[in-house]
C-alpha cells in the first residue's frame, strides 16, 4: 500500500496555489502533491511510491510554509495569525 498524507492549513486557498504554483506544475516520478480548497482554506494532499519519497514531499510542503511564515513576520513584524 502506498503511504499517503494530508496537511490542512489555516491559510487561505488562492494565496496557497499562488506560492505553491511551481512546485505544483513541477512533475515527481515517486510523490504527488495535490492542493485542495477546504472551505476556503489549503489542503494539500500527499501520495508517495514510498517512505522516503513521501518524507521529501512533506519536507517539500512544511520548508515552503516556514519560508513563507518566516517573511510574513518580517515584512509584518507579525505572523499572520495573529493579525
Known amino acids: 500500500?502506498?503511504?499517503?498524507?494530508?496537511?490542512?492549513?489555516?491559510?487561505?486557498y488562492d494565496k496557497m496555489r499562488q506560492l505553491f504554483a511551481a512546485?505544483?506544475?513541477r512533475t515527481h516520478e515517486r510523490s504527488t502533491i495535490?492542493?485542495?480548497n477546504k472551505d476556503g482554506r489549503a489542503a494539500f494532499d500527499v501520495k508517495a511510491k514510498d517512505t522516503p519519497a513521501l518524507?521529501?514531499?512533506?519536507?517539500?510542503?512544511?520548508?515552503?510554509?516556514a519560508i513563507h511564515e518566516k517573511t510574513t513576520e518580517?515584512?509584518?513584524?507579525?505572523?499572520?495569525?495573529?493579525?
Not at 518580517?74 to 493579525?83: K, L
Open 34 to 36: 495535490t492542493l485542495n
Open 55 to 65: 518524507r521529501a514531499a512533506l519536507n517539500t510542503i512544511t520548508s515552503v510554509l
Open 1 to 12: 500500500m502506498a503511504p499517503t498524507a494530508s496537511i490542512t492549513t489555516e491559510q487561505p
Open 23 to 25: 512546485e505544483l506544475a
Open 74 to 83: 518580517a515584512i509584518h513584524g507579525r505572523t499572520e495569525e495573529e493579525r
